[in-house]
């Protein structure tokens, strides 16, 4: 059984991170995005009930599910809450990160690399499970016309880009097209299968 080499990709909010990752996938790489585990994880009925109880019963939506533009805007004013609800997550992501990843190794024919969107990678002290990290940049006025959150507020708890990229062994300023950046992932896989 052969694990496939894990990377990660990270970068501020607008950068490009899950057009990266879909690059990542057209190359062969298997893919799975930390917002995607969270989306599963906000399902699970254990979680939905901490949250409940934390956040309050206006979290949870008129279909039963948790309602997460009302998660967001309880814990991007209350730093006490996103504490909680990062210690809540952050372990159950990566434990189901590394189950995802496990799983990719039993297959007969297992992918060679497997990668993984992870926003808070630095952040959360996740890096250590990685064997690579790819670290998505892009100029300050490119990332905000490209998101539709409000970024200020968020981007105070980053990392700034600059330590990011000293810290990663694959950086790219998306500044260009989206063939550029597909190009970048390209040359990163054939670098990561020698």
Request: hydrophobic content about 40%; some cysteine; overall charge negative.
């Amino acid at each position: 059984m052969t694990r496939p080499v894990a990377v990660a990709i990270t970068g501020g909010i607008g950068a490009g991170k899950s057009e990266a990752l879909a690059s990542f996938r057209r190359h062969g790489a298997a893919t799975v995005s930390s917002d995607e585990i969270v989306h599963e994880l906000l399902r699970a009925p254990e979680v939905k009930e901490a949250v409940r109880q934390r956040l309050g019963n206006g979290v949870v939506g008129p279909d039963g599910q948790l309602d997460r533009g009302a998660i967001g805007t309880i814990v991007f004013h209350d730093p006490e809450a996103l504490r909680w609800l990062e210690a809540l997550l952050h372990p159950l992501v990566s434990a189901e990160y590394l189950r995802w990843r496990d799983q990719l190794a039993e297959l007969e024919d297992a992918p060679r690399v497997c990668v993984t969107e992870v926003p808070l990678l630095y952040e959360s002290g996740g890096d250590a499970r990685f064997d690579k990290v790819v670290v998505i940049t892009a100029p300050e006025a490119t990332r905000r016309q490209r998101s539709d959150v409000a970024t200020d507020e968020r981007e105070q708890r980053l990392i700034p880009d600059d330590e990011k990229a000293a810290r990663a062994d694959y950086v790219y300023r998306n500044e260009g097209s989206l063939q550029a950046l597909d190009e970048f992932v390209r040359s990163v896989m054939d670098d990561l299968m020698r």
